[in-house]
């Protein structure tokens, strides 16, 4: 399984950005793939997933801000990022991982960089 992440950059406080994921490979069916992202010095947390049947879930601390929705015919997942805040800024990984087995996968990651 491959997963190549792309959308990053620089975005001002209070703008949006939107960040995609396709994947390729052999991904299970019962899967779920989403986004977590990790700052400087911090460790890497759970942003947003979606289950294979268009389940979300959302932290909280971006929740009515992000949102995750899937093109299951482009194999992609995207992450809409909106009122960004400074808190918001890392790098961010794709992940897939298969229900039944818990295999996980990790694209390489978009930075994402927000100017106050």
């Known amino acids: 399984v491959q997963l190549q992440a792309s959308g990053g950059g620089l975005v001002e406080a209070g703008g949006s950005l939107r960040l995609s994921c396709v994947a390729s490979?052999?991904?299970?069916?019962?899967?779920?793939m989403g986004w977590y992202r990790q700052a400087p010095g911090k460790e890497r947390e759970f942003v947003a997933d979606?289950?294979?049947?268009?389940?979300?879930e959302i932290a909280d601390s971006v929740k009515g801000r992000f949102t995750i929705s899937r093109d299951d015919a482009e194999h992609t997942i995207y992450l809409q990022m909106n009122n960004v805040t400074p808190e918001d800024a890392g790098l961010y990984y794709c992940n897939v991982h298969n229900i039944i087995t818990k295999q996980h996968y990790w694209g390489q990651g978009t930075q994402v960089t927000v100017s106050s």
């Open positions: 979606i289950t294979n049947t268009d389940t979300p």
């Open positions: 490979g052999d991904i299970a069916q019962l899967h779920i």
